[in-house]
């Protein structure tokens, strides 16, 4: 894959800005607590604010990237985060939460603008590759970011850090918008030349499932993340947190290159259902190294679900949509971070911290199950017009049968 003309650079380039975007809720968190001198309520506020924003920011994004282009998304959107970086250790609190929520809508969109240009620069037999690589660069990002950012607070300070970010997330965007990948195949620039479709064309059952199964698949990872620091705690071992969530990373990283050189795909639903029966036993575990133990089968197929999302919304938005598609699997994906870790904690504090590992996978299993019910239903309305039609069914470019698969 990295062979293929521009892409090593491309990916280079976005690792440095999502491992920043990786690491801004991280740093807004400790610059409120250590900075500001405020609880942990307070960050959540603001870390709150800037997830909604984010959610609401991906399609509306997406749209403008379908109409204008990435090069002006990304230098626009730059150049808000500069603004907003800038400005944070001059805000009072209630400031600061008002300007999140905007640096959340008007976040630089690395990732979305990267998912269209790997469906663009590869061909169909790659793109599995291609999005799991991704899938790995995301992992890695999360492996880097937070960590930086801790470090950076413990040698500087929480001000230093947060304009540091800032501009790495600046940095980043124009580093992409100076590439200008293409975001349409060859073979998808006469299609892009035609009229926009309605957005009920293609927002269908098929991409309605993937969105629920991206949404399942990060409340579970938010969830989980929340359930390991509780077990931890629970048992006097949370300094080896950062250990355990390695562990969960690194393996995600193995499977999501394993997973990208397999010569047949998986569905995505059935991914998500093995994730969430591979989370559940994890509360069995009462040490740092049997979490280890559990995270490393959940790890491995955490990078290859996500993959599959991506590919599946590349696959069934139409060309001069796929930014908005794109823009609403980010939301998806905000969504289930923001709200897993409440409610799995609910679930914890109700109970036990086992019960939040059990919480996570059966959210994980109930959202593949409905995303597998509600593609099979599309196959069968699709089955039952073709048999009106008196023809055999053919698998079209936009079946549920291929939903799913990277």
Not at 308 to 313: F, G, I, N, P
């Amino acid at each position: 894959m990295l062979a293929v003309p521009g892409l090593a650079a491309l990916l280079g380039v976005s690792l440095v800005a999502r491992a920043a975007l990786a690491a801004n809720m991280m740093t807004l968190t400790l610059y409120v607590v250590l900075g500001l001198h405020m609880d942990y309520s307070a960050a959540g506020g603001v870390a709150a604010a800037l997830t909604t924003g984010l959610a609401l920011g991906g399609p509306l994004l997406g749209r403008l990237v379908d109409r204008r282009g990435a090069r002006v998304v990304l230098l626009f959107t730059a150049a808000a985060q500069i603004v907003f970086w800038a400005s944070v250790p001059a805000l009072p609190f209630p400031l600061l939460v008002v300007a999140a929520f905007w640096a959340g809508l008007l976040m630089v969109p690395s990732p979305l603008v990267i998912r269209q240009a790997l469906a663009a620069m590869t061909t169909a037999g790659q793109r599995r590759a291609a999005f799991a690589l991704e899938s790995v660069q995301g992992e890695l990002s999360y492996v880097l970011g937070p960590p930086i950012v801790i470090l950076g607070v413990a040698v500087a300070s929480p001000r230093a850090v947060a304009w540091g970010v800032g501009a790495v997330i600046a940095i980043g965007g124009a580093g992409i918008a100076v590439l200008d990948p293409p975001l349409r195949g060859e073979n998808e620039v006469e299609a892009d030349r035609a009229a926009r479709p309605r957005r009920r064309e293609w927002l269908g059952p098929g991409m309605i499932a993937a969105l629920l199964m991206a949404f399942g698949a990060t409340v579970l990872l938010s969830g989980t993340e929340l359930a390991i620091v509780a077990t931890l705690k629970a048992v006097g071992q949370v300094s080896w947190a950062g250990v355990v969530v390695a562990v969960y990373g690194v393996s995600s990283i193995v499977g999501g290159l394993v997973y990208g050189t397999l010569s047949r795909p998986l569905p995505t639903w059935l991914l998500l259902a093995g994730l969430g029966v591979l989370t559940a036993p994890a509360g069995l575990a009462h040490s740092w190294a049997w979490l280890c133990v559990a995270g490393v089968g959940a790890g491995l197929l955490t990078a290859p679900t996500l993959s599959c999302v991506a590919a599946t919304v590349s696959r069934l938005a139409p060309p001069s949509a796929r930014g908005e598609a794109t823009g609403l699997q980010s939301s998806a994906l905000s969504a289930g971070f923001a709200i897993g870790a409440p409610v799995v904690g609910g679930v914890i504090d109700m109970s036990a911290p086992a019960a939040g590992f059990a919480a996570s996978g059966l959210v994980a299993v109930v959202a593949a199950l409905m995303g597998y019910l509600v593609g099979r239903r599309q196959e069968n309305q699709r089955s039952q017009a073709a048999h009106r039609r008196g023809r055999p069914r053919t698998a079209g470019r936009r079946s549920w049968s291929s939903v799913g698969k990277a």
